[in-house]
């Protein structure tokens, strides 16, 4: 089954511009379109797209809102993808803390969307983790976050979900992080498993965020 993606920006032709470098693959397609993300509810009900590539910045609501309301009201939500024009941005770190999976630049090559696209959907990754790790470094608080440190103390990892944790905070795929544990596959999947669930966290990036924050991994 391809990867299905709705396309919300306010700019006709930053969404005609995804919708070619998309559809010239055979395993994307995209599902629609919307100029807001006022209508991007609706639409995720009506389409069901596996991936949402929202603008973060629009008129009537913007990306970090229409995350938080998508994830707030909307059972089994899909991946949140956004896309901003500049990467050192506030807005984009909030947008990641709101819930999205990751970021992606409008000015990015054709190589890198689908690449962003692919690895969203598959969630075995962070999406440009330096970049992550930057945008904690200014904008997160510099592990005095409370809410985050209370949240890593309640989850109580064990030594190797901590180990686990660092890892994916550097970017590590599952595959990766399993080689570098001498560990199978399937063994990592079940810490991701359950490192994401003590800390009550949707995905990799919300876990990796709540990381940095709490001050259990240092961003620089």
């Known amino acids: 089954m391809p990867v299905t993606v709705l396309l919300v920006d306010d700019e006709p032709l930053v ?25 991007v509810i609706p639409l995720v009900r009506r389409l069901r797209p596996d991936v949402v590539a929202m603008d ?13 309301a998508l994830l707030r009201t909307v059972p089994d939500p899909p991946k949140i993808l956004v896309v901003t024009t500049f990467e050192n941005d506030e807005y984009v770190y909030e947008a990641l803390r709101a819930g999205a999976d990751g970021f992606l630049l409008k000015r990015a090559r054709p190589a890198e969307i689908v690449h962003a696209v ?8 962070l999406l440009f983790p330096a970049s992550v790790r930057q945008l904690a470094a200014d904008y997160g608080e510099g592990g005095g976050n409370r809410a985050a440190r209370a949240a890593l103390e ?3 990892l064990t030594e190797r979900e901590g180990e ?10 599952n595959a990766e992080i399993a080689t570098r ?4 596959t399937e063994t990592v999947k079940s810490h991701v498993s359950a490192v994401l669930a003590k800390l009550g966290a949707r995905d990799r990036t919300q876990a990796v965020i709540t990381a940095y924050e709490s001050g259990f991994v240092a961003p620089g």
């Open 15 to 39: 969404r005609a511009g995804l919708r070619a470098v998309l559809e010239a693959q055979p395993d994307i397609e995209v599902a629609g379109e919307a100029a807001d993300g006022a209508a």
């Open 56 to 68: 973060v910045r629009m008129p009537l609501l913007d990306g970090i809102e229409a995350t938080r």
């Open 118 to 125: 692919r690895l969203i959907a598959e969630g075995e990754s």
């Open 154 to 156: 309640r989850a109580r």
């Open 164 to 173: 686990v944790l660092r890892l994916m905070a550097r970017g590590l795929s």
């Open 181 to 184: 544990l001498v560990v199978g």
